[in-house]
């Protein structure tokens, strides 16, 4: 049976995801089998496994850091958010419900077996198991029945070490008040800390990490500077959406949706030289000389209609498509650009029906049946071939899926507008196929470049492999395992 060690936060987006896929990377190439997993995760941004199921996408990031196929067991509770006090449970990959909080915590200890039941599959099959905690320990509110953290790493006897950002300020605090805050049998399984995100001259924070060793009794296992080529790599929390810009001949804006999904469709974009890709955040203008307008998935596709509204971003896509601009809608946006979006079951809120922006003559039902696959396509304008996925619910209908965005199997998908400006797929993931982004910027007008996106992907994480290998104590804690 594998060792295992957990990697637990000081709280949301402070680098625990990538800290394991550097892990997964560097202990893959010293020869162990490694598997990742995360108990619990809360994230719009997922992908499609080999098993026909669904999880984070740090979990596939951090599988293929490990060069295995993802996994269902790999994420056996995923939540996805649908209101500001809701969300989508998926369970092994299978959507089961869709709850308030409140009443999730009541069915979290009823989870557990699962959690457990995936997490022993996975140390049968591996030398190292790799567990992701999600947000803190420190939300000692959320303690009883905790499945992502604490609860788990005491269920499962995983030794745990805190990831801090000290680029965010306050880490000193962030750990010290972890260790004064949570039960002493939780801090009991804390064997030791990590600084991430370090910028400048780290002997600066001696004294600081000192401290923090005095005051927790934990272990410091070493300071990470900041990884810049992060970038590189899909993010799964909207908290990595990045507005920086980089100059480029072909302007390319997306919506910032209040429940945006999957959003590391437009990674791909963002590394191109000459695209200037721009998020357009809430109660912005849709740049007036933007070339291409992306709506990309939402979880909630009619509240982010009645979002978009309220933006008047309605407005300006009928201005910018009035002067001969491109839309692409992705999954959700795909279904919002139609004329209708109704959801007679209340799948995803209350039962009704939205207006749609009327810009493709479609109208879409929601489902009960969630479309979980990966697929294989051709692009129907240009004949490029491109490798994707489907995660989605709905099923839409009208006029114009007689010109298709793409073929799968033969079988037409998608729908472009009679005048060609706008297009809607179901596909995720398609600009990651590099013949079919240099075909859709060459129609765009703009020359891509010549490089291989997940060459790229595969590159960052050597060098992150490479990054956490010479600044931290890697021997160290892969000896904490057990």
Avoid at 326 to 350: F, R, W
Wanted: proline share 5%.
């Amino acid at each position: 049976m594998a060792r295992a060690l957990m990697i637990q936060g000081a709280g949301s987006d402070v680098g625990k995801s990538l800290v394991v896929a550097g892990l997964a990377r560097l202990a893959t190439r010293r020869g162990l089998r490694v598997r990742p997993f995360k108990p619990q995760n809360m994230s719009n941004n997922a992908a499609v496994t080999d098993d026909g199921g669904e999880i984070g996408r740090a979990q596939a990031l951090q599988a293929l850091a490990a060069g295995i196929a993802p996994h269902t067991d790999m994420n056996p509770v995923l939540l996805k958010p649908e209101t500001d006090v809701g969300a989508q449970v998926v369970v092994q990959g299978r959507r089961v419900a869709t709850l308030r909080a409140r009443d999730y915590a009541k069915m979290k200890p009823s989870l557990m077996p699962a959690v457990l039941e995936s997490f022993e599959r996975l140390k049968a099959q591996a030398d190292l198991v790799l567990v992701e905690g999600a947000g803190s320990p420190a939300e000692v509110n959320l303690r009883a029945n905790d499945i992502a953290n604490m609860g788990f790493a005491r269920r499962a006897d995983v030794p745990v070490v805190i990831v801090g950002d000290i680029d965010r300020g306050g880490v000193i605090a962030q750990l010290v008040g972890i260790r004064s805050v949570i039960d002493p049998d939780d801090a009991a399984m804390i064997t030791g800390f990590i600084i991430n995100k370090f910028r400048g001259d780290p002997t600066l924070f001696d004294d600081g990490y000192r401290l923090i060793e005095t005051r927790t009794g934990w272990r410091g296992f070493g300071v990470l500077p900041y990884f810049p080529r992060a970038t590189e790599l899909p993010a799964e929390d909207a908290l990595g959406l990045s507005d920086a810009r980089k100059p480029g001949r072909c302007k390319i804006a997306f919506l910032a949706l209040s429940r945006i999904a999957n959003f590391d469709d437009l990674d791909p974009l963002k590394l191109e030289p000459d695209v200037d890709l721009v998020m357009v955040r809430p109660g912005e203008a849709i740049p007036g000389d933007a070339r291409l307008v992306i709506l990309p998935g939402a979880k909630s596709t009619r509240g982010d209609l009645d979002f978009l509204r309220a933006q008047g971003w309605d407005i300006d896509l009928a201005a910018h498509h009035r002067r001969g601009g491109h839309v692409l809608g992705i999954c959700g946006g795909y279904q919002m650009l139609g004329k209708s979006v109704a959801d007679p079951d209340g799948i995803e809120g209350p039962p009704g029906e939205t207006p749609g922006l009327g810009l493709l003559d479609v109208a879409t039902v929601m489902t009960q049946e969630k479309a979980l696959t990966r697929v294989s396509a051709v692009h129907a304008a240009t004949g490029a071939a491109l490798d994707a996925y489907e995660i989605h619910i709905g099923r839409s209908e009208g006029n114009d899926l007689a010109q298709p965005f793409s073929f799968i199997d033969g079988q037409p998908e998608g729908a472009v507008s009679a005048d060609g400006l706008v297009h809607g797929t179901y596909l995720h993931g398609l600009f990651t196929s590099d013949t079919f982004r240099r075909a859709y910027l060459a129609r765009l007008g703009v020359e891509a470049s010549g490089e291989h996106y997940r060459a790229r992907v595969e590159s960052a994480l050597d060098a992150l492999a490479d990054h956490i290998e010479k600044h931290l104590n890697v021997d160290g804690l892969l000896q904490l395992a057990r």
